[in-house]
């Protein structure tokens, strides 16, 4: 079974950056499509940017287009986001997930596997 574990979020003043990291374990096979969501409180889980094995990528709400990146890193089994010029509406916990299936997908519940999150925040 996939294993994902976040690391990097943390607190930050607006206008900051942060680089976030998912490494995956267990089965990698799984992890055709990796994808980062987030969840502010009293909100529902928000599709950020998702990326294929073979570094296809694609992006969720138009307010984080030009601010953030997502990438991985096959042969270290790592998924980034890089996070720039960060608002404080970008607060919140941001999971990583794998989908089994090849094809990109924007849909929380079409990915099978999830980490425990990492909470950013970020401060006017």
């Known amino acids: 079974q996939v294993r994902l574990v976040e690391s990097g979020g943390g607190w930050v003043q607006a206008g900051g950056s942060l680089k976030l990291s998912c490494v995956v374990a267990?089965?990698?096979?799984?992890?055709?499509?990796m994808g980062w969501f987030r969840q502010a409180p009293g909100k529902e889980r928000e599709f950020v940017a998702a990326i294929s094995k073979f570094g296809i990528d694609s992006y969720g709400a138009d307010s984080v287009l030009g601010r953030f990146t997502v990438s991985r890193d096959n042969a270290k089994d790592t998924m980034y986001l890089q996070l720039t010029n960060l608002k404080p509406e970008d607060t919140g916990t941001y999971y990583c997930?794998?989908?089994?299936?090849?094809?990109?997908?924007?849909?929380?519940?079409?990915?099978?596997?999830w980490g425990q999150g990492t909470q950013v925040t970020v401060s006017s």
């Open positions: 997930a794998a989908r089994t299936q090849g094809t990109l997908s924007r849909r929380a519940s079409t990915y099978a596997f």
């Open positions: 267990g089965e990698t096979s799984q992890s055709n499509v």
